[in-house]
């Protein structure tokens, strides 16, 4: 094969992006490492967090683990995912707190609903003399 022909090219080009890949993979590796350390995390979390800081900032998953691992302080849009799961999560909380106290609401009235039959029940029998 002649280094100039086109199955070469395309072959030059492929090892070209697996390389770029595996660098990027190695920085998004480190990433996870780092942020999993700083805010005590999972790795699997880190990794979700530093998606969803992607996702959400519209940055390349790369170019936030680079920030991750080359700067010491938290990159905004890391702190920025961290501050919406926390929202959320305390939304999250909210609605079973009020669903807790819901279903505690429909066990008192339903036990006094029960209370109020058995007294019903009661004063209805006849008394027996002994």
Do not use: C
């Amino acid at each position: 094969m002649e280094t100039g022909s086109p199955v070469v090219t395309a072959l030059l080009e492929r090892v070209e992006q697996l390389q770029t890949a595996l660098e990027s993979r190695i920085v998004i590796e480190q990433a996870k490492g780092v942020l999993a350390e700083r805010f005590k995390l999972t790795v699997d979390d880190a990794f979700l967090l530093l998606r969803y800081a992607a996702r959400s900032s519209r940055t390349k998953l790369h170019e936030i683990a680079q920030d991750v691992v080359t700067n010491r302080s938290t990159p905004r849009p890391i702190a920025v995912a961290i501050a919406r799961q926390q929202r959320w999560r305390a939304v999250g909380q909210r609605e079973r707190a009020e669903a807790h106290r819901e279903k505690a609401r429909a066990e008192a009235a339903r036990a006094k609903k029960i209370a109020e039959l058995a007294r019903t029940r009661a004063q209805r029998r006849p008394k027996t003399s002994g």
